[in-house]
């Protein structure tokens, strides 16, 4: 507990100071992220016992950030398409890989990196203030469910929500996280002084944000227990890997994306 603690405090910081800073340093950070989550996933698959096609999903990751940055979202597609191809291609020519390292290989492509995509997008906003709310609301939703629904579950939790999936979370930590990550998520937006929805609007979508947040858990724990791993990296002391601490995160990104699409012209 002390270790997971101590991280979540370093974690944070950097975190903050990356916001604060923002440009090109916001920039670097994502892009690590999302090579970091990559290069977890495909370990992950790899305690399988099946092989990946590493270089062109190395390559196809590298290039996302760029591509978007320049090109949009017809270049990002022109990306995926181009990559899935080479996978074929290399299955075709080198007897080594079979078809399971192709459906894999793609599986990777869009858990985590399609994710990524709406973080890249996110950071790629012209508005830096509209890029940092998007990140800041985002962030508060899917920590301040988690940290809810960890505490509440631990103090009168007892009905089981997925014991299949993930044993340990139960219906009563995944309300307590439902209403923390909707009440915080509307406060943060007060702070930041958004008027450009009526005010319960900012808490509807810190309901919406906090409820995708813990299927993105979940979605994780499916995924870990697909491929019989406690976690998918090591890299953060407390907490496992990157992709452990950011599943949450990058499945409501997306929403955030499309609400603020919607309603703030981005």
């Not at 998007?134 to 014991?163: E, N, Q, R, W």
């Not at 813990?214 to 499916?222: C, E, I, K, R, V």
């Not at 697909?226 to 601490?245: A, Q, T, Y």
Request: hydrophobic fraction near 50%.
């Amino acid at each position: 507990m002390g270790k997971r603690i101590v991280s979540g405090v370093i974690i944070v910081g950097l975190l903050i100071v990356l916001l604060i800073l923002q440009g090109i340093y916001l920039k670097i950070g994502v892009i690590l992220i999302g090579l970091l989550c990559q290069v977890e996933m495909l370990h992950t698959i790899k305690q399988s016992g099946t092989k990946t096609m590493d270089l062109p999903i190395y390559l196809f990751t590298l290039a996302l950030f760029p591509v978007c940055y320049y090109f949009g979202d017809s270049g990002i597609l022109y990306v995926y398409t181009t990559t899935l191809m080479i996978l074929f291609m290399m299955r075709t020519l080198c007897g080594k890989y079979d078809y399971k390292s192709v459906a894999y290989s793609v599986l990777s492509m869009l858990y985590p990196q399609l994710f990524m995509v709406f973080f890249y997008k996110i950071v790629c906003i012209e508005q830096t203030k509209i890029s940092l709310i998007m990140i800041v609301l985002s962030i508060v939703a899917a920590s301040s469910s988690d940290t809810f629904a960890y505490f509440v579950g631990k103090a009168i939790g007892k009905k089981k929500l997925c014991p299949e999936i993930s044993p340990n979370k139960t219906v009563e930590g995944a309300l307590g996280g439902l209403i923390g990550g909707t009440l915080l998520t509307g406060v943060a937006a007060l702070l930041f002084k958004q008027t450009v929805v009526p005010v319960y609007g900012y808490f509807i979508l810190g309901a919406v944000l906090a409820a995708f947040s813990q299927f993105g858990d979940l979605a994780s724990s499916l995924t870990k227990r697909f491929f019989n791993v406690k976690d998918f990296g090591k890299i953060i002391p407390g907490h496992g890997g990157m992709l452990d601490r950011v599943c949450s995160i990058i499945f409501v990104l997306p929403v955030t994306f499309l609400f603020f699409k919607w309603f703030y012209g981005i």
